[in-house]
């Protein structure tokens, strides 16, 4: 089954803590790019990355870093985070070009 | 950066129609989608309009004129499970980004 995996689902971290989300997907997409959800503010691009080894920031990149290793695998990394990093994070990957997305379940993370 | 625009809500009744409308500006136009997000789920695809007219897919329909920076999608014979939040989003040529709209929650009431 085509799908994007990311994990955790649901995450509870105190400040400062490193964590890493990871995502992963079985559909050799070339594109992968990891999101943001807040309440009136819709999806935010965080970070994308258009093949192994390629990455590039997003909308709101700050206090946060990507990999690209392998073209199957994207986490996210929050290197010391705060609460202002509380939210619902989605992964999604699609073909190269402006294609059809397909996102992961969803990680709400909060930060206290 | 792009802006995109569409309502924050809308309620219908089953069975009747619903037309959600956005408009966005930006350079670099690499085609417009709309995803469907149900609460606490991921997005998933609808549709793609890259040419101005009307796709139509079931019940669901999506339009788009450039020139005008303009697109909607029509939600037709509304169903309970239609209640959702729709995305707009729109493309763009050098970064392959998508950039979306903050949603339109859509209630459908018996």
């Known amino acids: 089954e085509a799908q994007v995996t990311q994990n955790p689902r649901y995450l509870i971290t105190v400040t400062g803590k490193k964590l890493t989300v990871t995502c992963s997907q079985n559909?050799?997409?070339?594109?992968m790019s990891w999101y943001r959800q807040d309440p009136g503010l819709g999806l935010r691009q965080i970070y994308y990355s258009m093949n192994v080894e390629v990455t590039d920031k997003g909308d709101v990149p700050e206090g946060y870093k990507v990999s690209r290793k392998e073209k199957r695998n994207f986490p996210l990394i929050l290197e010391s985070p705060s609460p202002n990093q509380t939210s619902l994070y989605f992964c999604?990957?699609?073909?190269?070009?402006?294609?059809?997305?397909?996102f992961g379940q969803g990680t709400r993370l909060t930060v206290v | 950066g792009q802006n995109i625009d569409q309502p924050t809500e809308m309620t219908a009744t089953e069975g009747a129609i619903v037309q959600i409308n956005c408009t966005y500006q930006t350079s670099g136009f690499n085609g417009l989608f709309w995803y469907q997000q149900h609460a606490g789920e991921a997005p998933t695809f609808l549709s793609y309009n890259v040419l101005d007219g009307l796709e139509e897919k079931g019940r669901f329909s999506s339009f788009l004129s450039r020139s005008k920076g303009y697109s909607y999608l029509l939600l037709k014979e509304l169903q309970m499970k239609d209640s959702a939040s729709y995305l707009c989003a729109e493309g763009t040529r050098n970064d392959y980004k998508l950039s979306f709209g903050a949603g339109t929650t859509v209630t459908v009431r018996a």
């Open positions: 559909m050799n997409h070339e594109y």
């Open positions: 999604a990957s699609s073909k190269l070009g402006n294609t059809e997305a397909f």
